[in-house]
């Protein structure tokens, strides 16, 4: 991978011959985990300023109409997380000949605060090419991390890693964007018109209603929308300039009545799953479904896709291919088709349904199938979830063959977390469109579907918790390792399900030095197991004013579910229990709640039922500092390492759910303070409260 040093530049086509789509991650850490920023592109002509607003991509504007530029959001990663950004280079408007990208941070946080700032570039085939490392970037709340510019008709990259003072909006401005972020006054409008969907079930908005003040970002729908029916267009508002406040999302009307006369009706369904038997059949009814809604459902398609680095273009999907192999044809489960400019795409997709695992023998002769053919990659799709450094399949690439195929996967959690991100809280091109994603979700999330995703923490999950019992599990165990990486993939699952759910970003956190080896560091989490006896887990939501914590102890088999938040900055320590008290009226009884004390000495606790007639009790009686409040809930755990519907991992959702629900959305975001290095998805959410 070629090193990059600040002002140096490259040529994309010196490092690889596939670089007609190429995939930009940013990636930084802080020692707490929190810190965080959000990643933006602008497209500029030859005099440095862009066409119009529309040329300026952020979480406000994520995807150009034509696919040229798509923010895919963050990913998780083996150190924590990263953003990535695809551009389909052959796209990019013949008269736009340099791409910046950039991110920024919000509310006095600096860049400063975060650490191993760091932008790769990979090309279509997803092998990195490039590396640039930015050192200290000062105190600055925007930074340029490098851009891509046109010479002699090829592309280069060139590493920047200059910072802004102004934030994201003086960036912008500088490049030409007119920013409107006067304050809003109006309150969220309900949907002018409400669809529902047979059974009483609401259908998802086709497009999220703004305030009653508030003006749409221009190009915000990730392609040109079919023009639905006259009586369902929208009212036609004025092209306005871009928002950097967080955009609004109001959810539809509760739906009328359903018409059924009990609840032993059952709705109607577009994709059936109850009659549903063999995994056979299940595979094929949910490759079918899955690249049919693609099809149909642009936004959804591309949003899938890109991240393989698939053009934007005309899309055709394709089930049980007949493909010479040997003596023996070949039949993937699926085949995706993407055409731009005369130009073919193409994916094989071999997908397992029910916890069935890949077969490394039949992936890797779609590989060579692939390579032999000159497609461009192979897609992976089951219920596991994949992690860095520990692949579900070993796949050999023959090096002497000049094409590159490049091998991806994709779990079924990831599915339905794009179709929930895209008809619950962003909003798809019309109302058909909304509809075939929520009949896929729904099909998605049978019982008799067999897409759940991770479900099984594996055979060596019910041994090392008998070790761990019988205090013979001991360090260096194998069996250790696999459990770390299960219980892994179980933290990222529950982060795709959350986030789906909520709309906003839920990523898991870690806290090690970016660039460490996974392969070391599950190691040293599978020794600390077996010494601790406890599975510990971080999950940053945003919008939340603190850390979600996670702990299995597998001794007391008990699930402990925690956050802390910092004391406020002002009043008094009995005011602040009293108004925590208040803000928990409606939490479980049996809510702990801990005060944390200045020096990490034990503070006072008790049940929330025990706190609410004397909320002084969480006062030291000497008058130690009070820095803040750690509240946790507690639950049994599964026994068996079976399914999620009678087991461990559905002890784990439920916990989640549970503390959420119940305890963090009671949490008063505007007057609980953030720790000192809080991230910028709180700080975001504040400011867009702010404006609105």
Not at 166 to 188: H, K, P, Q, R
């Amino acid at each position: 991978m070629h090193e990059m040093v600040k002002g140096a530049n490259v040529g994309l086509a010196e490092l690889s011959e596939d670089v007609g789509s190429v995939m930009v991650r940013l990636s930084w850490s802080s020692p707490s985990g929190e810190g965080d920023a959000d990643v933006s592109v602008l497209l500029l002509t030859a005099d440095g300023k862009v066409r119009g607003d529309g040329d300026f991509y952020f979480y406000n504007n994520p995807v150009a109409a034509d696919g040229s530029v798509q923010l895919l959001g963050k990913a998780p990663t083996a150190d924590g997380n990263e953003d990535r950004i695809t551009f389909d280079l052959t796209a990019i408007a013949a008269d736009a000949e340099r791409i910046v990208v950039a991110a920024s941070r919000y509310e006095g946080a600096r860049f400063s605060d975060l650490h191993d700032l760091c932008l790769t570039l990979a090309d279509g085939a997803g092998e990195s090419l490039l590396r640039f490392s930015v050192e200290n970037p000062g105190e600055v709340s925007a930074l340029l991390f490098g851009e891509l510019y046109r010479r002699g008709g090829d592309w280069k990259f060139r590493a920047i890693g200059q910072g802004y003072e102004s934030g994201l909006a003086g960036l912008a401005t500088d490049f030409g964007v007119d920013i409107d972020d006067e304050a809003e006054t109006g309150e969220d409008v309900a949907a002018e018109a409400e669809t529902e969907v047979q059974g009483g079930e609401p259908l998802p908005a086709a497009i999220p209603t703004q305030a009653a003040d508030e003006r749409p970002v221009e190009s915000v729908q990730p392609v040109p929308p079919v023009p639905p029916p006259p009586s369902e267009q929208p009212v036609a508002k004025a092209t306005a300039r871009p928002r950097t406040a967080k955009k609004k999302v109001t959810l539809p009307k509760v739906a009328k009545k359903s018409l059924a006369e009990n609840d032993s009706w059952r709705v109607a369904r577009l994709f059936p799953a109850s009659a549903l038997k063999s995994d056979r059949e299940r595979e094929t009814r949910a490759t079918s479904v899955l690249l049919s809604v693609m099809t149909q459902v642009p936004e959804f398609g591309r949003r899938l896709t890109a991240a393989f680095g698939a053009p934007s273009g005309r899309m055709e999907t394709f089930t049980e291919v007949s493909l010479p192999h040997g003596d023996t044809p070949r039949r993937p489960d699926g085949v995706i088709r993407v055409e731009r400019a005369g130009k073919l795409w193409t994916a094989l997709v071999e997908t397992k349904t029910n916890g069935n695992s890949l077969k490394p023998d039949q992936v890797q002769a779609y590989a060579d199938i692939a390579a032999r053919r000159g497609y461009e990659a192979v897609i992976t799709l089951s219920n596991d979830v994949e992690l860095d450094g520990s692949p579900l399949v070993e796949v050999k690439m023959d090096g002497r063959r000049k094409h590159k195929v490049a091998l991806w996967h994709l779990s079924w959690a990831e599915v339905a977390h794009q179709a929930q991100m895209l008809i619950r809280h962003e909003g798809v091109g019309n109302a058909a469109h909304a509809w075939l994603l929520q009949e896929l979700l729904h099909y998605l999330q049978h019982e008799n579907s067999g897409c759940h995703g991770f479900q099984n923490m594996g055979p060596a999950w019910v041994p090392v918790r008998n070790g761990i019992d019988d205090e013979t599990l001991c360090q260096g165990d194998s069996r250790a390792v696999d459990v770390v990486e299960s219980w892994e993939r179980l933290v990222r699952q529950v982060c795709l399900r959350l986030g789906g759910e909520l709309g906003q970003k839920v990523l898991p956190v870690q806290r090690t030095k970016r660039g460490s080896d996974p392969r070391t560091r599950r190691a040293a989490l599978a020794d600390r197991l077996c010494t601790d006896g406890r599975l510990e887990a971080e999950l940053r939501i945003d919008g939340t004013p603190g850390i979600l914590a996670l702990c299995a102890d597998l001794r007391t088999g008990k699930l402990r579910t925690s956050i802390e938040i910092a004391a406020p900055e002002q009043g008094y320590p009995l005011t602040w229990s009293k108004r925590l008290v208040r803000q928990l009226s409606d939490a479980p009884a049996d809510l702990h709640v801990e005060a944390l004390l200045a020096g990490q000495a034990p503070g006072p606790r008790g049940t929330l039922e025990r706190l609410r007639p004397e909320p002084a009790d969480l006062l030291p009686k000497d008058g130690t500092p009070i820095t803040g409040f750690r509240l946790s809930l507690f639950r049994g755990m599964g026994n068996t390492r079976g399914n999620a519907e009678s087991g461990f991992i559905r002890s784990v959702d439920e916990s989640v759910d549970r503390f959420h629900a119940h305890v963090v959305v009671h949490l008063d975001r505007r007057t609980a303070s953030s720790p000192p290095s809080s991230s910028s998805s709180s700080s975001r959410v504040r400011e867009a409260v702010a404006a609105g």
